[in-house]
């Protein structure tokens, strides 16, 4: 009885070695080590974000502060400087012609006294002349000399020392009573200025009040941020541990109950692969039962018939046994290469078993061919039909063989003698898939099992006929692995009741392919 491996052979061949080569060997190179990636902390980062941008906001708002803090302390002094530059001002007159003050000593003394800043102050004619005070106090700029009664301010250097300067015009060209007393357009000059001691304090005295209690504060924000972080961390570290102290057989799903929604998703995910690998592991767990349950019959018989052998002196009945031991070996190989075709096509992916576009008639020829001598050694028609026209698939040649192997092999154990097995390609242009039929006329398949003969090791219930329950899982994962669909009906050709026969379609994309432009210049 033939095996898998006759419907796809494997091709070996001996190795030469190579002739020695007269130049020295260079050494080979080393190694190198992968660059390990270096792991990102959560918690880190998530400081990171919040602590950088606030150590960096930190100065900008101090130095904020100060330019505020200098503006709110230039304000009173201001308006005290502006009293005595208008308290000046009233004390300036015209005495024949000339400019004149009213000031007396105690009043200059009463001006000039300060506690903390100097105060300095000047009275110019119309003509640049001094009336009173200080000489050296600098001139307003040129393009700020208007002719206006408004106080202005100014920052300027007197001494080496930076002061405030409040200053103004005084009309004298007009007595009280309005007559014209001077001819001269320019106005008379009043300055008084400062130094910025006491603004300064009082900046200063408002960024202590401001800044040092950031230094409290700022320590204890980041401990509460610090806080903060490890208590919303907490979730995960709890999902760890509960994941630690699993036993390594738990698969069962984390509760969700207590999780936070922002780790829902992740959870749900991981969740949903520990349902995943659980159902792969019960599955080979299963697969490996079902293997040695099965490979236990032809082992045993195996065994069974070998002493039978040594025990017989008639060599009649030696070559029975032997006649039996064959067969049970050939059962339990057939089987085994069964399981490694099953392994391949569970564990194929592009990546290890590249597919590109391939003649499907070619493919099914050369596989129909390989079956012509076993079913001539079983009485069994079988047949080939193919179109006229080329049918490009997308697939892997090796495992298509596979594939169809398998059906024209669970076609000829379940044809009887004298039956036919016809294998058939077609096109669905509508569609656009490519037809592959096996069809036999055979018992058939009952269409309550229908559903179940793609399970590995299943076996429909008085067959009577050898097997391992492996031919047709085979064919589902690689039709699996290329997109496809397989059906199973009853045979339409059949002409005997007792014999409906099975019609298995295998329904493939067809591969289109691009269509080429021309360029019209």
Do not use: C
Not at 191 to 220: C, D, M, Y
Not at 287 to 296: E, L, P, R, S, T
Not at 350 to 360: D, G, Q, R, V, W
């Amino acid at each position: 009885m033939p095996s898998v491996s006759d419907a796809a052979p494997q091709a070996a061949g001996n190795a030469h070695a190579p002739l020695p080569d007269a130049s020295p060997a260079l050494p080979a190179p080393l190694p190198t080590k992968p660059q390990e990636r270096v792991q990102r902390s959560l918690f880190g980062e998530i400081l990171d974000w919040m602590l950088v941008p606030l150590l960096l906001l930190w100065p900008m708002s101090i130095a904020i502060t100060y330019l505020v803090a200098k503006s709110i302390a230039n304000q009173p002094f201001d308006r005290a400087l502006e009293d005595r530059t208008m308290v000046l001002a009233q004390q300036v007159k015209e005495v024949d012609g000339r400019i004149a003050t009213r000031l007396s000593a105690s009043a200059r003394e009463i001006l000039r006294a300060d506690e903390v800043d100097q105060v300095h102050y000047q009275i110019l004619g119309s003509r640049g002349e001094l009336a009173d005070g200080d000489r050296d106090l600098p001139l307003p700029p040129q393009q700020a000399r208007v002719s206006t009664t408004q106080v202005q301010f100014r920052n300027d250097v007197v001494r080496g020392n930076e002061v405030r300067v409040a200053w103004m015009h005084v009309d004298l060209r007009h007595d009280r009573s309005g007559r014209a007393v001077l001819r001269d357009e320019y106005l008379a000059l009043v300055q008084v200025a400062e130094t910025l001691e006491k603004r300064a304090h009082l900046a200063n005295e408002v960024i202590k009040g401001v800044i040092l209690p950031q230094f409290v504060i700022l320590p204890i924000a980041l401990a509460l941020v610090w806080l903060a972080l490890a208590r919303g961390l907490t979730p995960l570290a709890e999902i760890q541990r509960r994941i630690r102290e699993r036993r390594p057989d738990d698969l069962s799903p984390i509760e969700t109950g207590q999780v936070p929604e922002e780790i829902a998703p992740l959870v749900h995910s991981f969740n949903d692969m520990l349902g995943r690998l659980s159902q792969s592991i019960e599955m080979q767990k299963r697969f490996i039962a079902d293997a040695a349950h099965q490979m236990k019959t032809p082992l045993a018989g195996m065994r069974t018939q070998a002493e039978l052998a040594l025990r017989e002196s008639d060599p009649v009945e030696v070559r029975r046994s032997l006649v039996q031991l064959a067969k049970s070996s050939e059962t339990a190989a057939r089987m085994v290469n069964q399981l490694l075709a099953l392994a391949r096509a569970e564990n194929a992916s592009p990546a290890t078993k590249p597919f590109h576009p391939l003649e499907l008639r070619e493919l099914a020829r050369a596989v129909v061919q390989d079956w012509v001598q076993t079913s001539f050694a079983q009485r069994i028609d079988l047949g080939y039909e193919q179109p006229d026209h080329p049918v490009t698939i997308v697939g892997n040649p090796v495992m298509l063989r596979e594939m169809l192997s398998n059906l024209i092999d669970n076609a000829l154990h379940y044809t009887p003698s004298g039956g036919s097995v016809t294998v058939r390609i077609g096109i669905d242009a509508l569609e656009r898939k490519v037809i592959l039929e096996v069809e036999d006329t055979g018992p058939g398949i009952p269409a309550a099992e229908r559903s179940r003969v793609f399970e590995r090791f299943y076996r429909i219930l008085g067959s009577n006929v050898d097997g391992s329950g492996l031919g047709l899982a085979i064919v589902r994962e690689i039709v699996q692995q290329h997109g496809a669909t397989v059906q199973i009906h009853d045979n339409p050709h059949s002409q005997d009741p007792r014999f409906p026969g099975t019609l298995i379609i295998v329904l493939l994309p067809l591969f289109q392919r691009p269509a080429l432009t021309e360029d019209i210049g």
